[in-house]
């Protein structure tokens, strides 16, 4: 089981940058991939990023892949996506979601954080 929770959100025009932060409690962080989803009004939640326990792999929707970055730190407890080049396009809530079966690009994300909204401006 673990607690998360999205900072970070913000205010962008479009071609700006942000940078989302994940904060995880409890001992088992390490343990478990960790995604990026986003959800804009009338919309699926749909995964943007993931990566594996260790970072050492990454996956990335076609719409995002070259402009956004997922990093973890494990010690921190702390998951990041750097994002780029931002379009109108991006905005949305983005959670942040624990993997718990499965691979990155389509398995099962059990633990959810609150969200923290992007809003890109032009």
């Known amino acids: 089981q673990v607690q998360l929770v999205e900072s970070g959100g913000g205010l962008v025009q479009a071609g700006g940058s942000l940078r989302l932060s994940c904060a995880a409690s409890?001992?088992?962080?390490?343990?478990?991939?960790m995604g990026w989803f986003r959800q804009s009004p009338g919309s699926e939640r749909k995964l943007v990023a993931s990566?594996?326990?260790?970072?050492?792999?990454?996956y990335y929707a076609d719409s995002v892949k070259g402009r956004f970055t997922i990093s973890r730190d494990n010690v921190k407890k702390t998951m990041y996506l750097q994002m780029n080049s931002l379009k109108a396009e991006d905005a949305a809530v983005y959670y942040c979601?624990?993997?718990?079966?499965?691979?990155?690009?389509?398995?099962?994300?059990?633990?959810w954080g609150q969200g923290t909204q992007v809003t890109v401006s032009s």
């Open positions: 979601a624990a993997l718990t079966s499965g691979r990155l690009a389509s398995g099962e994300y059990a633990y």
């Open positions: 409890g001992p088992t962080f390490q343990d478990y991939g």
């Open positions: 990566i594996s326990w260790s970072g050492g792999s990454t």
